[in-house]
Antibody, heavy 118, light 107 residues
Framework: EAQLVESGGGLVQPGGSLRLSCAAS????????MTWVRQAPGKGLEWVAN????????NYVDSLEGRFTISRDNAQNSVYLQMDSLRAGDTAVYFC???????????WGQGTLVTVSP | QSALTQPPSASGSPGQSVTISCTGT?????????VSWYQQHPGKAPKLMIY???KRPSGVPDRFSGSKSGNTASLTVSGLQADDEADYYC???????FGGGTKLTVL
């Protein structure tokens, strides 16, 4: 069974950093684009960043202003989101998902909660 | 990135049909046959329900159907059941945004 499991969320102070991890199993991770999506409390889904199969292409939502970095390790079947200079507005549940491009996001993790607060 | 517009709420009684719209532009919804829809129950991860406008992944009931006309895509849920009560989001090729979401209530 295809599965994604996120980890690394928690409480962090404004200006701090956090690194999220997403471990994949049950599908060919190295042949998959991967995307991070977040959801602030009580709000809708927001596309955050994606990364190509080999890591050579990375895209980010404009509003991040260069504070987040997506990366992957195909040997570890994992994708990461390094989050720096965190703000209260980054408080959200962060989901990783397999990005099938034209065919949608077909596998989702359970999410990990990031809370940015003094 | 451009926004996709969904109605904030929709409702129907058990057994009825309800349609949720997703309006974009000719640069996204109208320009590609690659609209997907997601169902999200409270506290859960989203689930892919429709891709490429009208295709259903394995395991999704055929009560869920998708269509598109011009710059507007639609998700129709037929034979409403209590478990269909959830939030629904659309997205499209040509944009890296989701619609604002529609809360479907089964009366």
């Amino acid at each position: 069974e295809a599965q994604l499991v996120e980890s690394g969320g928690g409480l962090v102070q404004p200006g701090g950093s956090l690194r999220l991890s997403c471990a994949a199993s049950g599908f060919t991770f190295s042949a998959s684009w991967m995307t991070w999506v977040r959801q602030a409390p009580g709000k809708g889904l927001e596309w955050v960043a994606n990364i190509k199969e080999d890591g050579s292409v990375r895209n980010y939502v404009d509003s991040l202003e260069g504070r987040f970095t997506i990366s992957r390790d195909n040997a570890q079947n994992s994708v990461y989101l390094q989050m720096d200079s965190l703000r209260a507005g980054d408080t959200a549940v962060y989901f990783c998902t397999r990005d099938r491009a034209w065919n949608g996001f077909d596998i989702w993790g359970q999410g990990t909660l990031v809370t940015v607060s003094p | 990135q451009s926004a996709l517009t969904q109605p904030p709420s929709a409702s129907g009684s058990p057994g009825q049909s309800v349609t949720i719209s997703c309006t974009g532009t000719s640069s996204d919804v109208g320009g590609y046959n690659y609209v997907s829809w997601y169902q999200q129950h409270p506290g859960k991860a989203p689930k892919l329900m429709i891709y490429e406008v009208s295709k259903r992944p394995s395991g999704v009931p055929d009560r869920f159907s998708g269509s598109k006309s011009g710059n507007t895509a639609s998700l129709t849920v037929s034979g409403l059941q209590a478990d269909d009560e959830a939030d629904y989001y659309c997205t499209s090729a040509g944009t890296k945004v989701f619609g604002g979401g529609t809360k479907l209530t089964v009366l």
